[in-house]
């Protein structure tokens, strides 16, 4: 059966794609056909049909079984629910990117240690295992006061392939950073191993994502550097293609999908409100996120906690401005806090709204709750970071901000980040995308 058309270029996101069949292109002749096809050598990759797709505005050609992955994540023409700043402040665009990322780093930091506490609890400051700041870790392979995880990690990796990438994610490259990181991750999810495990044997990048097929929230945790990098574009739509892209390696369930898109949406919507001086009205900042995502559920998932009730992400997160009164231990306990994108991202998103000028408090609630804490502070410092920048981490908490890792390293990406914003490269090289070319 022929592949469905992609609407837009996995690579550049650009609405000019092609259907090549046997070489032969079917539209737009004059750009495709200058490539020989014995290069082009259709017909034989992978699990072809002998239908390939080409894009006409950077070049880039791939087989149908890619194509047909890219086109399971609908996009709906979402705007974004606020306009840009009418003057650019490049230091405070600096200030809220730099903070995005180290304040996702030390809510990774302070949440390790209670990664394993109980389901449907929160801390309370008299328990003992209350987490105030920093802790010396004995899990994993220890590490110093202000050792990060997997959740920044993921981050760094990300941000460096945008870098690379003039702020698009190629994910052949990210599948190859993923293989090289695996020796070094510190506490990755077992859906992240597995598919890189498989990766790592050679298999293409689109048979691993589905394969694996993970609604864990290992594509989430790395994707508020996509929001970074796109949150001044015109439109979020290819911030949200590239955040799909950015999860399939490894996390291809729609709900998968889904929060790394929510959580890139986000992180931008939240960077653009800041930078224009705006309110941050939680109902307008959560329906922005679900709208992002409305489509690429096509069935709710199974609550993990009992009775197990049938829930689409959208729909949960939809209900988290009505909660934010609400007491964090009864809402947690509601949403739960587990590895399950369905249950962290919306924690996160919880715990950023309730207290979303207060960065503290974000991170002391997100990291006091239960199970996949590291992921759920992260998340929510990403969040929180875009809102009130770095520059309140140093002044405010110094220990923070002298004991966090990579501090250096989280900022100099940050600045690669920003300068993203500068004109890119017109039309790249054509490339062949099957597994093994290049
Ligand atoms: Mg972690």
Known sequence: MMAARPRTCPYCHADAVARVVHGTPTTEPAKLADTP???????????????????????????????????????????????????LDEDRLRDLVRGSLLWGAVGDALGRPNETRPYSTLGHEDDPGFVRTFQPWHGWQGGPTGTITDDTQLTVLVARALARHGGLVDPDDLSRDLVAWLPEARGAGRATRAAVALLEEGRPWWEVGPTIDSAGNGAAMPAAPVGLAHALDPSPGPLCQIAVTQALPTHAAPVGVAGAVAMAAGVGAILRLSLAG?????????????????????????????????????ERLAEVPDLLRDDPAEVLAY???????????????????????????????????????????????????????????????PEWWTEVEFRDELTELANELVALRAPRDAVPAMRDRRAGGQ
């Open 37 to 87: 096809d014995a290069r082009l050598g259709l017909g034989a990759g992978p699990g072809s049909d002998g239908a390939a797709f080409g894009c006409r505005a950077c070049g880039t050609w791939w087989p149908s079984p890619h194509a047909e992955l890219q086109d399971r994540y609908p996009l709906p023409g979402v705007r974004w629910p606020s306009r840009p700043p009418r003057a």
């Open 335 to 397: 949403t739960w806090t587990g590895a399950f994108a369905l249950e962290s991202v919306p924690a996160a998103v919880f715990c950023f709204l309730r207290a979303s000028d207060d960065p503290a408090i974000v991170l002391l609630t997100a990291a006091n709750t239960s199970h996949d804490t590291d992921t759920i502070a992260s998340m929510a410092g990403q969040l929180v970071g875009a809102r009130v920048g770095a520059e309140r981490l140093r002044r405010e908490h």
């Open 278 to 314: 705006r309110a941050l009205d939680p109902v307008a900042l959560v329906g922005f996120m679900v709208r992002a995502i409305v489509r690429l559920e096509a069935a709710p998932s199974a609550e993990r906690k009992p009775p197990h009730a049938l829930v689409y992400l959208r």
